[in-house]
């Protein structure tokens, strides 16, 4: 049957639409709007999208928690104007959200209701503090509820505390107390806790049970009879721990965390919360800690995939040593202002050796706390062996292996020159936190005398192109990733301002290992995204990743970096949800 002209001309037309149309959907998701459920369109001053295809637009749109599209404005305002968009325009900027690669999440809840020591100057100091908290918290210090707290340190004492420093004070006698170091490698507890334990407390491998000027701390390994005892939070109360500390996250435009040591009973409550609270505002990648440390437990984790990218748990998280600032750093040379010691191993090489094997042939990413140069040696060692195992033994075999695995260094603080070139190599990634070479500045060459400070510590820079991750090890530093971003850029105390040279304060500390502020802010993305092997859904802005991202009052890359010390942010956004509003105060749900 012929058709008339005017039908056969109306048929053109509509499959000529019809493929615009087609086509015009996939190069402009946001026009897809028009043909379904209203796509959000969110349009700032300036976009950092951190996607090498496309480094600025303007705008994006989100649909179903993802990244539909992204796209400048010139050019595109009949998009904008599509119709059944919900078109937001902001004189904000944007940039990805930010990821802390390396902290704690549940500490950081209960430390937010502990006493909080750090900075503290004094012993008086720290009794008034813990005075100050018991007078608003008076069910603290029982044997059922121990007052906790976390931030001492005992070089502004002069000496380690001990259980006496506490029984002294008339107002604090006979409380139950466990307060963490700065660093969380030593516990200081109380008499009454000193009771719970046998007369004659014996020495722990792989620990130091301290005994001068007397008892009343415990370190690393040695902390485990301590942990034992302490009567521990139940799931109630560790959700409150970890809505808290999430909110806490969100207010400094954090949107993940790399959680740097979880329980498997732990990894089972924060498995039923990111399904079951809408409270659970930030991502979290962990790492999972056996009951018994440094063991081989994989029966017991509970294998969590990405999902939905609010909770995976694919690693496992060792332990080689100690801390610098307690002298348990285990070193190849003994410690230039304690050269009586080395520090302490807290597992041996073959043994790290051996456990680090049945991880990985189990199908987990191990990642190994490392600071000292023969911790970061064996656990070389030990990721060499099984990526040998595994792949192959040819050089190049072993890198490709390692894309794969993405075995990680946890601080790699001070590191042979041998050993750097081994990660560089092999392709090792180094988890390290900025801020921790601001801290430590001030005693690290102490500990390690000019040469090996020089050679050896807190390398940044001459990593970088091997991917590190950067993060916090909050609650041990404030989680605040600008803060981290400052520390890496300047290498100042981002707290003060300030190098550790009194002559040249505003001289950074071994500066030439300092990062540009591109290269820091794609240690608190990019990087940390593929450390959890996430590169395809986080840490950009660009289209099927994550729509996560923080809204600033000015561009960074033209704020004075002194600005990044006490820099706000204006909101944050998980899964395309407000989840932090600085004007309205907190949560902000739309």
């Known amino acids: 049957m012929a058709l008339s002209p005017l039908l056969r001309w109306g048929l053109i037309i509509s499959a000529t639409v019809a493929v615009v149309l087609a086509y015009s959907i996939q190069q402009y998701p946001i026009l897809s709007a028009a043909f379904g459920e209203p796509l959000a369109v969110y349009c700032y001053k300036g976009v950092r999208t951190h996607d090498s295809r496309q480094p600025f637009a303007e705008c994006f749109s989100v649909e179903d928690g993802s990244f539909a599209g992204v796209w400048a404005k010139d050019g595109t305002q009949s998009l904008k104007r599509a119709k059944g968009a919900d078109v937001s325009v902001s004189d904000g900027y944007a940039i990805p959200g930010l990821w802390d690669g390396h902290g704690h999440l549940l500490q950081y809840g209960e430390f937010l209701h502990s006493v909080d020591l750090f900075g503290s100057q004094s012993l008086d100091d720290v009794r008034d503090r813990i005075k100050t908290y018991l007078a608003a918290n008076p069910e603290a210090g029982t044997k059922h509820h121990w007052l906790r707290g976390v931030g001492w340190d005992q070089s502004v004492f002069g000496r380690m505390p001990t259980a006496d420093d506490i029984e002294q004070d008339d107002q604090l006698r006979g409380i139950f107390m466990m307060l963490d170091r700065i660093d969380v490698h030593c516990a200081w507890v109380s008499k009454a806790v ?24 415990f370190c690393d390994n040695a902390m485990d009879m301590i942990m034992h005892l302490w009567p521990k939070p139940g799931a109630e ?5 970890v809505k808290v500390a999430m909110k806490e996250l969100n207010k400094v435009g954090l949107v993940g965390m790399h959680d740097a040591g979880v329980t498997a009973d732990d990894a089972r409550l924060y498995a039923e919360l990111a399904v079951s609270s809408p409270d659970w505002t930030v991502r979290v990648y962990g790492m999972l800690e056996c009951s018994r440390r440094n063991t081989a437990c994989p029966e017991d984790a509970p294998r969590v995939g990405r999902g939905n990218g609010k909770f995976a748990l694919n690693s496992v998280k060792l332990f080689a040593d100690g801390a610098l600032g307690s002298w348990g750093s285990a070193m190849l040379e003994p410690y230039s202002d304690r050269p009586l010691t080395s520090g302490s191993l807290l597992i041996n090489a073959s043994a790290l050796a051996e456990v680090t094997r049945a991880w990985a042939e189990a199908g987990f990413q191990v990642n190994i706390h490392a600071i000292g140069d023969l911790a970061n040696r064996n656990a070389l060692d030990a990721f060499e062996a099984a990526l040998r195992r595994q792949c192959g033994g040819r050089r190049e075999q072993l890198a490709e292996c390692q894309s794969k695995r993405r075995f990680r260094l946890e601080h790699s603080q001070i590191i042979h020159p041998d050993d750097q070139e081994r990660i560089h190599a092999m392709g090792i990634i180094p988890s390290i936190q900025p801020t921790h070479a601001t801290s430590d500045m001030k005693y690290a060459e102490e500990r390690l005398g000019p040469r090996r400070t020089r050679e050896e510590a807190y390398r940044m820079k001459s990593l970088f192109d091997v991917g590190p991750i950067l993060g916090s090890d909050f609650p041990v ?83 004075d970096v002194e600005k990044l010390r006490t820099l706000q942010v204006r909101e944050t956004w998980v899964g395309g949800r407000r989840v932090y509003s600085r004007d309205e105060g907190g949560l902000a749900v739309i």
């Open 194 to 217: 000193l009771d719970l334990l046998p007369d004659e407390i014996p020495d722990v491998p792989g620990g130091e049970v301290v005994r001068d000027p007397g008892p009343g701390v």
């Open 237 to 241: 109360e560790k959700a409150r721990a």
């Open 477 to 559: 530093e404030p989680p605040n990733p600008f803060r981290g971003i400052y520390a890496a850029v300047t290498r100042k105390n981002p707290h003060t301002g300030l190098g550790p040279d009194p002559e040249s304060p505003s001289r950074g500390w071994h500066a030439e290992e300092a990062l540009t502020l591109d290269e820091a802010l794609v240690g608190f993305t990019r990087n940390a995204a593929y450390g959890a092997f996430l590169e395809h859904y986080a840490g950009r802005i660009r289209t099927g990743s994550f729509a996560d991202w923080v809204v600033l009052d000015e561009p960074l890359e033209d704020m």
